[in-house]
């Protein structure tokens, strides 16, 4: 249901554009977000955009540096992650929340998600 690209390796201080584009269904109207995974942690909420754009949330961990958007006509949401650190490594994972009453909500728990993608890799180091 939704392919992210655009990861890799990038050096502290660098910065990356996530994208994660949208298939099967129209991201217009949904809440959505990005997601990450560190080796041997929990997943973490990263961004989540309202159905209607309005409401836009972050993570503190990132707050200032990392910036989300979505373009409705090209079914694609992204995330500019700029002034990386180490502890921003991690598999990057985007989803939706579900068809239903609350669609149009963020959560803050990724459980509240559906239609994940496979993720994509990033990797900060020097």
């Known amino acids: 249901q939704f392919v992210e690209s655009g990861g890799g390796l990038v050096q502290p201080g660098g910065s990356l554009r996530l994208s994660c584009a949208a298939s099967?269904?129209?991201?217009?109207?949904?809440?959505v977000g990005w997601f990450r995974q560190a080796p041997g942690k929990e997943r973490e909420t990263v961004s989540c955009?309202?159905?209607?754009?309005?409401?836009?949330e972050f993570a503190d961990s990132v707050k200032g540096r990392f910036t989300i958007s979505r373009d409705n006509a090209k079914n694609t949401l992204y995330l500019q992650m700029n002034r990386l650190n180490p502890e921003d490594t991690g598999v990057y994972f985007c989803?939706?929340?579900?068809?239903?009453?609350?669609?149009?909500?963020?959560?803050?728990?990724?459980?509240?998600?559906?239609?994940w993608g496979q993720g994509t890799q990033v990797t900060v180091s020097s």
């Open positions: 989803a939706a929340r579900p068809a239903g009453k609350d669609f149009m909500l963020c959560a803050s728990n990724s459980n509240a998600y559906d239609r």
């Open positions: 099967g269904f129209a991201l217009e109207g949904y809440a």
């Open positions: 955009i309202s159905g209607n754009d309005y409401i836009i």
